[in-house]
C-alpha cells in the first residue's frame, strides 16, 4: 500500500490554508460555541424555561453570527475569497 509523502514543513503556495484541513479558524470555533450555548438556552426553553430564554436564544444567535463575521474580516477565519483563490485562476492552482 503506497502513502503520501510526509511533508518536511508546513504547505506553502496560494491555497497552503486549503492543505490544512477544516476546524483550525478562531472566528469559526467562537462562532460555534456562542451559538451551542444558544442551543442550550433554545433547549431549556422549549421545556418550559419561559419566554426570556427564547429571546436570549435568540440574541445569542445573531451575536454568534455577527461575532464570526467580524472575527472572520480581522483575518481569524477561513482562507480568504479573493479571485486568485477561484478555480477560475487557473495558472494559480497548477493547470496551464
Not at 29 to 39: L, P, V
Request: proline residues 5%; hydrophobic residues 45%.
Amino acid at each position: 500500500m503506497a502513502s503520501h509523502p510526509r511533508l518536511s514543513g508546513p504547505p506553502t503556495g496560494p491555497h497552503a490554508a486549503e492543505d490544512l484541513g477544516h476546524a483550525t479558524h478562531t472566528a469559526m470555533w467562537t462562532g460555534c460555541i456562542i451559538a451551542f450555548i444558544a442551543s442550550l438556552f433554545g433547549t431549556v426553553a422549549a421545556l418550559g424555561g419561559g419566554m426570556i430564554f427564547w429571546i436570549i436564544c435568540g440574541v445569542l444567535v445573531v451575536v454568534a453570527l455577527v461575532v464570526y463575521k467580524i472575527m472572520s474580516k480581522m483575518g481569524m477565519g477561513q482562507y480568504t475569497n479573493k479571485p486568485i483563490d477561484s478555480g477560475e485562476d487557473r495558472e494559480t492552482i497548477g493547470i496551464a
